[in-house]
T-cell receptor
Framework: QKEVEQNSGPLSVPEGAIASLNCTYS??????FFWYRQYSGKSPELIMS????GDKEDGRFTAQLNKASQYVSLLIRDSQPSDSATYLC???????????FGAGTTVTVRA | NAGVTQTPKFQVLKTGQSMTLQCAQD?????MYWYRQDPGMGLRLIYY???????DKGEVPNGYNVSRLNKREFSLRLESAAPSQTSVYFC??????????????FGPGTRLTVL
């Protein structure tokens, strides 16, 4: 069982600032990493996936992966009130299509 | 294209009652999953089905059974509900199994309360 831990939050940031979310995982063989966003009372939706060390950018979102440190992060630039949600980190092994989720970090963007 | 659908959306049971949660996907996905989500604990896998006709236990299978009725449908049954099963249940599907990463798509969830 892969353990996935996220900074507990909640994280409050002013509008326009950068929100930084962190995630560590225990299984060194993990190969695929995902960030899901979940609005209150809704289901999770995928916002980023990353498989290789380094940065991956998609609009205002940047995922960063460091497999040596077993660490993956998500940066939200120019945070907007609509980014207020819980962000879930999920990890998958090389031949394992099951996901292990962290407990989530709740982000609140203050207008 | 509805994606992943779940019924019911809400349910209240008494301890010892049974019920089945229904899930269907119209994306022709091979794999389907059942998760439960409790406050502060993230999503935990209950059961999954890699393909039609196969099912396997996940992290928290006790007290549940599943049926992969066909490629589209995957149901979760609580035979004798307990208050500890009060939770939000999500069904998901993906194109896996495959030795490549893929995306899991989630249904809207079922909010279950066991009194």
């Amino acid at each position: 069982q892969k353990e996935v831990e996220q900074n507990s939050g909640p994280l409050s940031v002013p509008e326009g600032a950068i929100a930084s979310l962190n995630c560590t995982y225990s299984d060194r063989g993990s190969q695929s990493f995902f960030w899901y966003r979940q609005y209150s009372g809704k289901s999770p939706e995928l916002i980023m996936s990353i498989y290789s060390n380094g940065d991956k950018e998609d609009g205002r979102f940047t995922a960063q992966l460091n497999k040596a440190s077993q660490y993956v992060s998500l940066l939200i630039r120019d945070s907007q009130p609509s980014d207020s949600a819980t962000y879930l980190c999920a990890v998958k092994g090389p031949y394992d299509y099951k996901l292990s989720f962290g407990a989530g970090t709740t982000v609140t963007v203050r207008a | 294209n509805a994606g992943v659908t779940q019924t019911p959306k809400f349910q209240v049971l008494k301890t010892g009652q049974s019920m089945t949660l229904q899930c269907a996907q119209d994306m022709n996905h091979n794999s389907m999953y059942w998760y439960r989500q409790d406050p502060g604990m993230g999503l935990r896998l209950i059961y999954y089905s890699a393909s039609e006709g196969t099912t396997d236990k996940g992290e928290v299978p006790n007290g549940y059974n599943v049926s992969r009725l066909n490629k589209r449908e995957f149901s979760l049954r609580l035979e004798s509900a307990a208050p500890s099963q009060t939770s939000v249940y999500f069904c998901a599907s993906s194109e896996a199994p495959a030795p490549i990463p893929d995306t899991q798509y989630f249904g809207p969830g079922t909010r279950l309360t066991v009194l």
